[in-house]
């Protein structure tokens, strides 16, 4: 499961991000850098390709399927094994892939009866662009919901000594693909929902304030 994330860039860095890795040379929408505690619900930061450009935007995090009766159906992540077949997320999965933008990703380690919380960075990025999907929902007064899920898949050797699941971190050349409309081949696109490669991730215990989403300040992400 990844139930939580981190996008603690500035608005500046933020900007470089987007012209260097995806030629977008600014985004229109207000959001609130940075952020240290993103939890389901709230906006988190998406790229999707539209068959000639990359484009940026703001997706509730919580997928819900455009047969849902309302919004209390939803889900936060989809299983990369099980994401071609199952009618939330197979249409997703052909035609409504994204990138979800984050620079870190928390997870609970059970012990005795405690959780505490630790945080996943990559070592040689300020990114972690996380495999998703999108969908637009429309509510029964006729306004759009625009939502996404994050895709995890088994654990590396790192996450494996957390938790038994980690979301999928793409590499800059299956980013590329997964993002590409005009990939349809399942076997293909099923093939990038790999577990990211355990020597450029890195983790470490956080303070628990992380647990409360109300919490969103630097203290979250300070090593203890």
Not at 8 to 20: P, R
Not at 118 to 142: C, E, M, S, Y
Not at 199 to 219: G, L, W
Request: proline content about 5%; some cysteine.
């Amino acid at each position: 499961m990844c139930g939580r994330i981190s996008f603690t860039l500035n608005k500046d860095e933020f900007i470089q991000i987007l012209h260097d890795r995806y030629n977008i040379k600014d985004y229109d929408f207000d959001y609130d850098f940075p952020q240290y505690n993103i939890a389901p619900s709230k906006r988190i930061i998406s790229i999707i390709n539209d068959g000639i450009n990359y484009r940026v935007g703001l997706l509730k995090w919580g997928f819900i399927p455009v047969w849902a009766k309302d919004e209390k159906f939803y889900s936060i992540n989809a299983k990369a094994e099980t994401i071609s077949s199952k009618p939330m997320f197979k249409q997703a999965f052909k035609t409504q892939r994204c990138v979800i933008l984050a620079d870190g990703y928390y997870e609970w380690k059970k012990e005795n009866k405690n959780k505490i919380p630790h945080r996943f960075t990559i070592k040689d990025q300020k990114v972690l662009p996380l495999a998703g999907l999108w969908n637009t929902f429309t509510k029964q007064d006729n306004k759009k919901v625009h939502t996404c899920t994050i895709i995890t898949t088994t654990p590396n050797d790192s996450t494996k000594q957390i938790h038994d699941r980690m979301p999928v971190i793409l590499t800059r050349e299956n980013e590329k693909l997964w993002l590409d409309p005009k990939v349809k081949d399942e076997k293909l696109l099923t093939s990038l929902l790999i577990p990211y490669y355990n020597e450029n991730m890195s983790f470490y215990k956080v303070s628990t304030i992380v647990n409360n989403p109300r919490n969103n300040d630097k203290n979250c992400i300070i090593p203890i």
